[in-house]
């Protein structure tokens, strides 16, 4: 099962419609999200592939983003599931159960389909694919949960200083290869003085304190719509001194 698991991390994602993009790659099959090697054996049973179905809320989610985002073309992701959530939270659990039976019903579909692959496979073609398929595992698995994150509206992450300095330069810049303009900018840092830096340190500081607001709020979005699994385990409070330590 842990090896069917390390098959099904690459092969969730590509679906049906990852196969048909892939048509005619030979004995290379890529898609978006992987560069593993697949044998020509195993390429015919790719378009059977099921997708993993998606929870109530986040169908319900993809369902109405669309039109909150005709509705509100100007605002930001963040703003849109929030609006969503209050939706989902105020929504009858007669129309709750529409999303929750559909879901329960894909996921038994996605079990059977699953268990249809396992026994089609021999124990010597599964071992063939192990070897490229398990290093890439953990990798896709990452890009995936952050492309569900970014459809969650997930806050940014803070920059540091030095990342703020090199976006504001690196726009400024013109000249040059972007490696080229990277060393500069990097030597500008070096030699700007204590003051100068102080200026994006403290710009650092402030975002610091976006983040902790906006994942705060985020975090009890996500409570409220059941997705504890995306709740951080433990939570740094921002002394009251210094901004930065959260």
């Not at 007669?94 to 329960?104: F, L, M, N």
């Amino acid at each position: 099962m842990a090896l069917l698991r390390g098959v099904w991390g690459v092969l969730n994602a590509l679906g049906k419609s990852g196969a048909d993009l892939c048509a005619g790659c030979g004995s290379r099959l890529r898609s978006p999200f992987s560069f593993a090697y697949v044998p020509k054996w195993f390429s015919s049973s790719l378009s059977g592939y099921p997708k993993k179905p998606m929870t109530s809320y986040v169908r319900f989610s993809k369902e109405q983003l669309p039109i909150f985002k005709a509705q509100n073309p100007d605002a930001k992701n963040s703003e849109l599931i929030k609006k969503i959530a209050k939706l989902w939270r105020e929504l009858p659990d007669s129309e709750k159960k529409i999303y929750e039976d559909a879901y329960r019903a894909d996921w038994q579909v996605y079990k059977e389909e699953i268990n249809r692959i396992q026994e089609q496979l021999t124990p010597s073609q599964m071992v063939s694919l192990e070897k490229e398929i398990m290093q890439k595992r953990l990798k896709k698995k990452a890009l995936i949960k952050k492309r569900e994150l970014t459809m969650l509206g997930k806050p940014k992450r803070p920059r540091s200083a030095y990342n703020i300095f090199i976006a504001e330069r690196f726009q400024e810049a013109r000249d040059g290869t972007s490696q080229v303009k990277l060393k500069a900018i990097n030597e500008n840092w070096k030699n700007l003085s204590n003051s100068q830096k102080q200026v994006y340190i403290q710009l650092a500081k402030d975002d610091k304190i976006r983040y902790y607001n906006e994942m705060k709020s985020w975090e009890e979005q996500m409570m409220e719509v059941g997705r504890e699994d995306l709740i951080r385990r433990s939570i740094k409070y921002p002394a009251k001194n210094d901004p930065e330590k959260f």
